[in-house]
């Protein structure tokens, strides 16, 4: 089924772990994002790619990487996860016009 | 740091009734989007005006783009209890940061 997915949908980790959440889109969009929600922030930046190995940071790319070897998947590492890092992950994929994925509730206990 | 900021912050509507939020936003922009978001759910792309337009029309939806003032305004006209949900905007600068508001949350009641 064409659409943007991601994983895990729910994920909960201790501090100090690495997590990688995965994003895979079978529109072959060029540009993928990877945003955090936050209460009281709304949607904010982490990363983004204009296309397969090139990626660049956004507003809050700090202990995070990214990678795309692929077109279709942009997965995201938390190196060594943190509490302040809890949030609800958010892939897009698009260029004018961005299509959401459904989200990874993350919690960092 | 936002760019886009939406008001109200909370609209409670009754079905039937107009919706207008609006977002004032800092700098120069290529284009405004304004998204929806229900409840647990990524966000769902409603409408994109370009710097050079000052409204634009979608079904029930019409956006209008002062570029003198960095607004914006969306319009929901016959809301429906199905519109319930937070609607964001977001400003591209041209560089594909797209930056977003806070939202505003809209209930429509029966």
């Known amino acids: 089924d064409a659409g943007i997915t991601q994983s895990p949908r729910y994920k909960i980790t201790e501090t100090g772990r690495q997590v990688t959440l995965m994003c895979h889109q079978t529109?072959?969009?060029?540009?993928m994002f990877w945003y955090r929600q936050d209460l009281g922030h709304g949607l904010r930046l982490i990363y983004y790619s204009a296309a397969a190995d090139i990626t660049d940071k956004g507003e809050v790319p700090d202990g995070y990487v990214v990678s795309r070897s692929k077109t279709e998947n942009f997965p995201l590492t938390l190196e060594s996860a943190t509490r302040s890092q809890t949030s609800v992950y958010f892939c897009?994929?698009?260029?004018?016009?961005?299509?959401f994925g459904p989200g990874t509730r993350l919690t960092v206990t | 740091s936002q760019q886009g900021e939406e008001d109200p912050q909370a609209l409670s509507i009754q079905e039937g009734e107009n919706a207008t939020m609006n977002c004032s936003y800092k700098?120069?922009?290529?284009?405004l989007q304004w998204y929806r978001q229900n409840s647990g759910r990524g966000l769902v792309h409603l409408i994109l005006i370009r710097s050079n337009e000052r409204e634009k029309h979608s079904g029930r939806l019409r956006v209008t783009l002062d570029t003198s003032k960095k607004s914006s305004s969306l319009l929901i006209t016959a809301s429906r209890a199905a519109d319930t949900a937070s609607y964001f905007c977001a400003t591209d600068e041209g560089d594909n940061d797209m930056r977003f508001g806070a939202g505003t949350r809209l209930t429509v009641k029966p």
């Open positions: 529109w072959s969009h060029s540009y």
């Open positions: 700098t120069s922009i290529n284009n």
């Open positions: 897009a994929s698009g260029s004018y016009e961005q299509y």
